[in-house]
């Protein structure tokens, strides 16, 4: 299904998903980082696409596209046309600058909205869309203060606060789209949202209910309570399945004929002609992160390895391994154990598997073990054309 059938959009929801995650301390960018089985980046996307139909622009960091992409096809079904990645800039501001520059030119309404505030319900952005449309120039989604707050100098109390005139801001931010591409462009500093600067260049902002589910995934404990809540919200059968651990299998195949030296089980093989592939053609390696990714709910290399993305070419296995961990680890798993049998005439692996097997376990930070066959001289590995490799790996959820 194309743009053609579905209605064009008079609104673009621009989400921000380029943080580093820094105070979330989870090792890569935040909206990567796993509440269950899915990221923070994939239950936003969700809530978005549940949403009123909009061209939907996620940015992320300009190393993460590709995993974006994984994320978006997984979700978007129809809507995939009308979604559009780009990559972020370092400050927020930078960041939906970016997203601006993606929006059709034809779309009225603009709505920023944080992929940290993951589980922000449809109706929220159904209320911001609302307002837009009665006539609005700027609508912030808000909840009620309900702590009493203090005013504080050092450890002293100074005096009360009245928090009645208070709310606490959250996202989806709307706008009309010329008031906010005029804020940011005359902006003279760095805005912590966008309805301040918007507010600064002398526009009203209205407020709708905001909601309770809405809130912004910045520490550990934030993280905790997505993961309660989402948890609360399934079957018991469903939550002791996901407690158990999970298994994936992994193949790949690789001709001889590339250039340079063989590398195979992550180490070089001299003498021995090289596989061809887009990488070095590690079909040993390549099988374990099939095997690793699958058990995870993953996918599979290409989508995150693919030849779209030259930064693999010719990378070797420990690059594929750690990367693939990484993943893994942000989806909120931890690797079990890998076993990979190697189907090849050459190279011989006797002298070699123990080898093999400490620089495979180092660079996917789990145990492997390698076995190897040369088929009796049957099939294209008998006969010296290729070698072929098929793994199982076991995943432990965190």
């Given at each position: ?68 992409r994984t994320e ?149 404990a934030d993280l ?31 001709a001889f004929g ?141």
């Open positions: 299904m194309t743009d053609s059938v579905l209605p064009r959009p008079r609104t673009s929801i621009i989400l921000v998903a380029a943080g580093s995650g820094t105070r979330l301390a989870a090792g890569g960018p935040k909206a990567f980082v796993g509440i269950d089985e899915h990221s923070i980046l994939h239950h936003a996307l969700s809530g978005v696409l549940a949403g009123p139909l909009a061209q939907i622009v996620v940015v992320v960091p300009a190393d993460r596209i590709g995993d974006a978006v096809d997984a979700l978007a079904g129809a809507r995939r046309d009308l979604i559009r990645i780009v990559a972020g800039g370092s400050t927020r501001q930078q960041s939906v600058s970016a997203g601006l520059a993606a929006v059709w030119p034809d779309v009225e309404f603009v709505l920023v909205h944080d992929a940290a505030r993951a589980l922000t319900p449809p109706d929220v952005f159904a209320r911001v869309v609302a307002a837009l449309e009665d006539g609005r120039d700027a609508v912030l989604p808000v909840l009620p203060v309900v702590d009493t707050l203090k005013r504080v100098d050092g450890q002293d109390v100074v005096e009360a606060v009245d928090r009645s005139v208070l709310a606490s801001a959250q996202t989806p931010q709307g706008f009309r789209r010329a008031v906010l591409l005029a804020a940011l462009a005359e902006a003279t500093e760095d805005h912590t949202d966008d309805a301040a600067a918007v507010q600064a260049a002398g526009h009203p902002v209205t407020t709708v209910a905001g909601d309770e589910r809405s809130f912004k995934i910045t520490t550990p905790d309570r997505a993961r309660s809540l989402l948890g609360h919200a399934r079957a018991e059968g469903a939550e002791e399945a996901a407690a158990l651990p999970r298994v994936g299998i992994g193949t790949d195949v690789h590339g250039e340079g030296t063989l590398w195979l089980a992550g180490v070089e093989w001299p003498g021995e002609q090289a596989l061809h592939g887009h990488s070095d053609g590690d079909a040993v390696a390549h099988a374990i992160v099939d095997a690793v990714l699958a058990a995870a709910g993953l996918g599979d290399i290409g989508e995150h390895f693919g030849i779209d993305q030259p930064q693999y070419a010719g990378a070797h296995a420990a690059a594929f391994l750690a990367r693939t961990r990484h993943l893994v680890e942000s989806a909120g798993f931890r690797i079990g154990n890998v076993s990979v049998q190697v189907q090849a005439r050459r190279p011989r692996f006797a002298t070699r598997r123990a080898e093999a097997e400490r620089v495979l376990t180092a660079a996917l930070g789990a145990p492997v073990s390698v076995s190897a066959t040369t088929t009796d001289g049957l099939g294209f590995t008998g006969t010296g054309e290729g070698v072929a490799a098929f793994a199982v790996a076991l995943v432990h959820p965190v």
